[in-house]
């Protein structure tokens, strides 16, 4: 067995020299078992190198799908969660109806890549856990400050994935908004990143043009030599697994929440998504495709959308009372859209309705810079949206009455819902009452 590598140095490196000594003679209970109970030959720079090198390729993706997905919501519009970000708030723009399937993309990525990274992550903190447990915890004022980033990057992730996950599963346990807590969580995390990533980089490339590991068995399997961060155990013990079969290992459960996963956002895979209850179908039917909030959610009741539903349309002075007999005398468009959710599923269909720019001329608002689209429901953030001009003008924006050649399920919005091409499918409004033209 080869002989263990020295612990790292303990001398301290910088003032205050005496804080740093004191801290090193009073350990607290634990730190030495726990040190003694991490004991793997295969920790060490090179296998925390290559989990962190495919963290830092799709991070990254993680984090600017997010931010997209923020803008598509309309901060112009001040219809962002959160509204007031402050110094925080980034350069927007009007969120573009095509590629119709844009938001899909983008929110299907953020929402998919999350989940799969789950178990890099989890291989990540695995393999650097004993650095965790050191005493001190700095022997400098730099290090200190490369502590607090790992701090903060370790619990940013861990934040923005558990409570990322209890959102799509719409478990909502942690007492706090979740739009404004994952906003400034992601900050933070982001931050901490770029700290992180600027302090480690040079070893990591360092690491990764050394020898490789990947292809030692697990009977050949040993440790690294010892490295200035010390992530190889100071007693290892003998190897039950090789690198290779950690990365297999964390591939391989990558692997597999991506296949119970991205049929949330492949129609043709709706039923492998066994992850996200909420993004498979309810039936067969032609309106069995899922739905985020259902009528009975939504507070919305019978005697609302019956006969007696009107929609409303306003311009100015001029109003025109519209009921669902009258819509669908009306000239009919038909289009095959995606329909996204925030929660990460999406799906295409085939809707039918009237032009939003058609409705807008009934009024005498030809050329309209917003449309306030106002919900049958009381309650509930997402009642009401507005819709910037592009959006309320392009040829594929309806009004829709019909789906899959039947009338819209009470689920899906009937009387009347909102279809926009690479809209969020919160701001598609179903149970239309009333749509306000400003021009």
């Given at each position: 067995m080869p002989a263990s590598p020295p612990p790292p140095d303990d001398t301290p490196s910088a003032a205050p020299a005496a804080l740093w000594r004191g801290l090193a003679r009073h350990?607290?209970?634990?730190?030495?078992?726990?040190?003694?109970?991490w004991r793997s030959p295969v920790r060490g720079p090179w296998l925390t190198s290559v989990l962190g090198a495919v963290l830092l390729a799709t991070l990254p993706l993680v984090i600017v799908?997010?931010?997209l997905d923020w803008i598509a919501y309309g901060p112009r519009l001040d219809q962002a969660f959160p509204r007031d970000v402050g110094w925080l708030h980034p350069p927007v723009f009007d969120w573009p109806t095509r590629p119709a399937w844009l938001f899909r993309l983008t929110q299907g990525l953020h929402v998919t890549l999350g989940i799969v990274l789950v178990p890099v992550v989890l291989g990540k903190l695995w393999s650097v856990v004993p650095k965790l447990f050191d005493w001190p915890p700095a022997r400098s004022a730099a290090q200190l400050l490369e502590r607090l980033s790992l701090l903060l990057l370790v619990g940013?992730?861990?934040?923005?994935?558990i409570t990322g996950l209890l959102n799509i599963q719409y478990a909502y346990l942690f007492g706090f908004d979740f739009y404004t807590a994952h906003w400034y969580g992601a900050w933070i995390f982001t931050a901490a990143l770029v700290t992180h990533v600027a302090i480690k980089l040079p070893r990591m490339v360092t690491a990764l043009r050394g020898p490789g590991f990947a292809r030692t068995p697990v009977e050949r399997t040993r440790p690294e030599p010892a490295d200035p961060d010390g992530l190889v155990a100071r007693?290892?013990?003998?190897?039950?697994?090789?690198?290779?079969?950690?990365?297999?290992?964390?591939?391989?459960?990558?692997?597999?929440?991506?296949a119970l996963t991205v049929g949330q956002s492949v129609d043709a895979l709706r039923r492998t998504a066994l992850l996200l209850p909420r993004g498979r179908r309810v039936d067969d039917g032609p309106t069995g495709f899922p739905v985020n909030r259902s009528v009975a959610a939504a507070g919305v009741t019978p005697e609302q959308t019956g006969p007696g539903w009107r929609l409303t349309l306003r311009s100015g002075n001029r109003t025109l009372t519209l009921d669902r007999a009258r819509l669908l005398a009306l000239a009919q468009h038909t289009a095959v859209l995606p329909i996204a959710c925030v929660e990460g599923w999406s799906t295409s269909q085939t809707w039918t309705g009237v032009r939003l720019r058609d409705l807008a001329a009934l009024v005498g608002a030809a050329g309209p810079v917003t449309a306030r689209v106002r919900s049958l429901e009381r309650a509930g953030l997402f009642r009401e949206a507005v819709l910037h001009g592009g959006q309320v003008t392009d040829p594929d924006a309806l009004l829709a009455l019909r789906v899959n050649g039947v009338d819209l399920s009470p689920d899906h919005g009937y009387p009347a819902r909102i279809i926009v091409p690479a809209l969020p499918g919160v701001h598609c409004t179903k149970w239309v009452a009333e749509i306000v033209f400003d021009g």
């Amino acid at each position: 067995m080869p002989a263990s590598p020295p612990p790292p140095d303990d001398t301290p490196s910088a003032a205050p020299a005496a804080l740093w000594r004191g801290l090193a003679r009073h350990r607290p209970p634990g730190v030495d078992a726990a040190d003694r109970a991490w004991r793997s030959p295969v920790r060490g720079p090179w296998l925390t190198s290559v989990l962190g090198a495919v963290l830092l390729a799709t991070l990254p993706l993680v984090i600017v799908t997010g931010l997209l997905d923020w803008i598509a919501y309309g901060p112009r519009l001040d219809q962002a969660f959160p509204r007031d970000v402050g110094w925080l708030h980034p350069p927007v723009f009007d969120w573009p109806t095509r590629p119709a399937w844009l938001f899909r993309l983008t929110q299907g990525l953020h929402v998919t890549l999350g989940i799969v990274l789950v178990p890099v992550v989890l291989g990540k903190l695995w393999s650097v856990v004993p650095k965790l447990f050191d005493w001190p915890p700095a022997r400098s004022a730099a290090q200190l400050l490369e502590r607090l980033s790992l701090l903060l990057l370790v619990g940013g992730i861990l934040f923005q994935t558990i409570t990322g996950l209890l959102n799509i599963q719409y478990a909502y346990l942690f007492g706090f908004d979740f739009y404004t807590a994952h906003w400034y969580g992601a900050w933070i995390f982001t931050a901490a990143l770029v700290t992180h990533v600027a302090i480690k980089l040079p070893r990591m490339v360092t690491a990764l043009r050394g020898p490789g590991f990947a292809r030692t068995p697990v009977e050949r399997t040993r440790p690294e030599p010892a490295d200035p961060d010390g992530l190889v155990a100071r007693r290892p013990g003998p190897a039950t697994m090789s690198r290779r079969g950690v990365l297999a290992l964390v591939g391989g459960g990558a692997l597999l929440l991506a296949a119970l996963t991205v049929g949330q956002s492949v129609d043709a895979l709706r039923r492998t998504a066994l992850l996200l209850p909420r993004g498979r179908r309810v039936d067969d039917g032609p309106t069995g495709f899922p739905v985020n909030r259902s009528v009975a959610a939504a507070g919305v009741t019978p005697e609302q959308t019956g006969p007696g539903w009107r929609l409303t349309l306003r311009s100015g002075n001029r109003t025109l009372t519209l009921d669902r007999a009258r819509l669908l005398a009306l000239a009919q468009h038909t289009a095959v859209l995606p329909i996204a959710c925030v929660e990460g599923w999406s799906t295409s269909q085939t809707w039918t309705g009237v032009r939003l720019r058609d409705l807008a001329a009934l009024v005498g608002a030809a050329g309209p810079v917003t449309a306030r689209v106002r919900s049958l429901e009381r309650a509930g953030l997402f009642r009401e949206a507005v819709l910037h001009g592009g959006q309320v003008t392009d040829p594929d924006a309806l009004l829709a009455l019909r789906v899959n050649g039947v009338d819209l399920s009470p689920d899906h919005g009937y009387p009347a819902r909102i279809i926009v091409p690479a809209l969020p499918g919160v701001h598609c409004t179903k149970w239309v009452a009333e749509i306000v033209f400003d021009g």
